[in-house]
């Protein structure tokens, strides 16, 4: 597989899933920009390495959301290190812990961080999360981090998640609609009206054979051939029964193959054609 190609092909889709992630990290300007550019160079880097790994047991716009969402978690852990709450925040317990968190690592202001740190030891007062907050030692100031956990795990039903599938499933149907199309053109016209009666007609075998005058028995391995062969289109053009489900569902036909419309003038059944079917 060409995976420059895959890669370039892909490159709307990869930078829509940088954005969702950058703004719910709240990444943003210049940041989300230089952030963009660590993306795609760890996308090519070790020829495609990250694209090889995906495997197509999800949508690429899935495993992109992962992958994008590892590599931030990457370049805070770089930037900014590992947290770790003070020496005093571990002797007073776990809501100094939080409270240490909440001042010194995600930078909220004490007003805030109190109500916070009530809601998880009611017996402190407003006075004595304020006294906690005053025994803390200083730390630096750094730049406000969004919790590596939020970043690396990936949420069920996330928005961005949604989207970007959305916008895979579309490429995806519109890609497989264009190579059934494709090896459709290459066939006799016989052959695409068969298609069409079974398929955009929900016609019976034994009702095209009455249409076309053509026997019965040797349809079914006619229709089953040529089935055989946009099956083989399809894994050819990378697009096998597993990435067509996942996108599609069962609603196969959402995707337009052009079964439902005489769209060829040299396809339509003659008129006589037209009689025996309406029978």
């Known amino acids: 597989m060409d995976f420059e190609a895959r890669f370039r092909e892909s490159l709307p889709l990869i930078d829509r899933v940088i954005g969702e992630v950058c703004r719910r990290a709240r990444v943003r300007d210049a940041d989300a920009e230089d952030f963009a550019s660590v993306v795609r160079i760890a996308l090519i880097e070790n020829d495609y390495e990250i694209l090889r790994k995906w495997e197509g047991r999800s949508t690429l716009a899935g495993y992109l959301s ?17 947290w770790h709450p003070s ?65 690396a795990e990936p949420a069920a039903e996330d928005r961005a998640d949604a989207g970007a599938r959305d916008y895979d499933a579309h490429r995806i149907a519109t890609r497989a609609a264009q190579v059934v199309r494709e090896t459709m053109a290459k066939w006799p016209d016989e052959d695409v009206v068969i298609l069409r009666f079974r398929y955009g ?23 089953e051939a040529r089935l055989g062969e946009l099956r083989q289109a399809l ?20 995707l337009d193959f052009g079964l439902d419309s005489w769209k060829n003038a040299d396809a339509r059944p003659s008129s006589q054609e037209e009689v025996e079917v309406s029978r």
Do not use: F, W
């Open 66 to 82: 992962i992958v994008i969402r590892r590599l931030l978690a990457d370049q805070r852990i770089q930037e900014l290190g590992r």
């Open 87 to 151: 020496a005093e925040a571990k002797r007073l317990g776990n809501a100094a812990i939080l409270l240490d968190r909440l001042l010194h690592r995600d930078g909220r202001a004490l007003e805030e961080a109190i109500p916070l740190v009530r809601a998880l030891e009611p017996s402190l007062s407003e006075k004595d999360v304020r006294a906690m907050a005053a025994s803390l030692p200083a730390r630096d100031q750094r730049a406000r981090p969004v919790a590596l956990e939020e970043i």
């Open 201 to 223: 007609g929900s016609m019976t075998i034994a009702d095209i054979s009455r249409a076309l005058r053509i026997p019965q028995r040797p349809l079914y391995r006619r229709l």
């Open 235 to 254: 894994v050819s053009a990378g697009l096998d029964a597993a990435t067509l489900a996942e996108v599609t569902g069962n609603a196969v036909r959402s």
